[in-house]
């Protein structure tokens, strides 16, 4: 069974700091691209941040300079490292992996982790 789980969520107090782990499981032998969004209360998902096997990164301009994407490609393994964490960073965070190449499945597929949940508050 092929599925993204994502660890690292929890409460923080503003300013604070949360890495963000997302390890991708079964028969995968590439995924093109891997990455965050979230999703606050009564609000669309959004992009937070991409990376692409070559290292390549894309942030929303909400994050940019306080938070980082990284991934081992070896460990099919994206991580987010969130600094200055502030309230409105508050939502469940939901790993993404595009273009994954499985084992036993035709053409590409895109995988979404469960969420975890990141709240900011004092």
């Known amino acids: 069974q092929v599925q993204l789980v994502e660890s690292g969520g929890g409460l923080v107090q503003p300013g604070g700091s949360l890495r963000l782990s997302c390890a991708a499981s079964g028969s995968i032998f590439s995924i093109r691209a891997m990455g965050w969004y979230r999703q606050a209360p009564e609000k669309q998902r959004e992009l937070v941040a991409t990376i692409t096997t070559a290292g390549s990164t894309n942030y929303v301009d909400s994050v940019k300079g306080r938070f980082t994407i990284s991934r081992d490609n070896a460990k099919n393994t994206v991580y987010l490292q969130m600094n200055s964490l502030k309230p409105e960073d508050t939502a469940v965070y939901y790993c993404?992996?595009?273009?994954?190449?499985?084992?036993?499945?035709?053409?590409?597929?895109?995988?979404w982790g469960q969420g975890t949940l990141v709240t900011v508050s004092s």
């Open positions: 993404n992996a595009d273009r994954a190449v499985v084992a036993g499945t035709a053409g590409y597929l895109e995988l």
